[in-house]
């Protein structure tokens, strides 16, 4: 089991001594009781190079079947904790900006839902990416499903230019919109795809001024507070424009091609609870979408690529 223990940790680390680290142990150690476990199964189980350790073919195989062991155990020492408190808890990997301006204006609505659900989040600031493999579900921008992965499809990424209505009545020239280049726009700064040119016309005349933040929790944030013109992702600001605290910056859409999904690991344990949370969340966000969509007829989002949205 130590030999299981140690293997499992120096393939998800990528490294002896990143394994060494999290075990407090040695990275003589970790390479030693490797070099047991190898013995016993006579075959490598990683190859061995300069910047760290990859897996070979025998030991991919070892380490998914462990990683199906560890899920299963975690599973139920989660039912068990569930029962003993009478609760259930379901793990979201997902953005500080859907986190903050979508998932916390309906906590409320939420627990009156699932009143007896705790949720527990893994946050990402920056792009929407990473392995779900420590939650139960993760918003992420893929095709769809693959060979690890279930993918439950929520909408196409959908962006366009936001501002409060404050900022709009101060700087829009045409009646719609912002149509000339704002004084400042906030960006993210590792934005993909990259929506920081524009408003810049083909004479290549920027904004004024740039607020750049690394957490799109904050580029929001900054754009509710008349701060400038920002990039709206309409996963994450769908709520706030259907209060019309964020508005339209102007007529323009962009749909990207990429598919947001909320993704889970096939090998986890199916939870029905799981399930009702991921159905519950798509609901939700097909029906601001439809409102948004109500509200803004001018940005025509059904022929921009949201008759493809979950129904």
Not at 53 to 76: H, N, W, Y
Not at 265 to 288: F, S
Request: aromatic share 8%; proline share 5%.
């Amino acid at each position: 089991m130590n030999g299981l223990f140690t293997f499992e940790a120096a393939a998800r680390c990528g490294s002896f001594s990143n394994a060494a680290d999290e075990l407090n142990v040695t990275p003589a150690a970790v390479s030693r009781m490797i070099s047991r476990l190898e013995e016993y199964l006579d075959i490598a189980l990683f190859l061995r190079q300069p910047g760290g350790v990859s897996l070979t073919e025998p030991g991919q195989l070892l380490f998914d079947a462990i990683a199906r062991g560890f899920a299963g155990i975690e599973s139920a020492l989660r039912e068990i904790e569930d029962r003993k408190t009478g609760t259930e808890t379901v793990s979201l990997s997902v953005s500080t900006g859907f986190t903050t301006h979508w998932m916390m204006p309906r906590m409320a609505e939420f627990k009156k839902q699932f009143p007896a659900v705790d949720l527990r989040f893994q946050l990402v600031m920056g792009a929407l990416s990473g392995p779900v493999n420590d939650v139960d579900l993760g918003m992420r921008f893929v095709d769809g499903p693959d060979e690890r992965h279930e993918a439950a499809f929520i909408m196409p990424e959908i962006l366009l230019p936001i501002c409060s209505p404050d900022y709009m009545e101060g700087h829009a020239i045409s009646g719609r919109g912002i149509s000339g280049v704002p004084d400042t726009m906030i960006n993210l700064s590792d934005a993909q795809p990259d929506w920081s040119k524009l408003f810049t016309p083909a004479n290549g005349i920027n904004a004024q001024n740039s607020m750049i933040f690394s957490d799109y929790a904050i580029v929001v944030q900054a754009a509710l507070l008349g701060q400038g013109v920002a990039l709206g992702w309409l996963n994450v600001v769908a709520h706030w424009l259907r209060t019309r605290a964020l508005v339209p910056a102007r007529e323009h859409l962009m749909v990207t091609g990429r598919r947001c999904h909320l993704v889970r690991l096939r090998d986890k344990p199916v939870r029905p609870i799981v399930g009702e949370v991921r159905d519950w969340l798509i609901a939700e966000l097909t029906a601001d979408v439809h409102a948004v969509n109500d509200l803004y007829p001018f940005l025509n989002i059904s022929a921009s690529g949201h008759n493809h949205l979950a129904n």
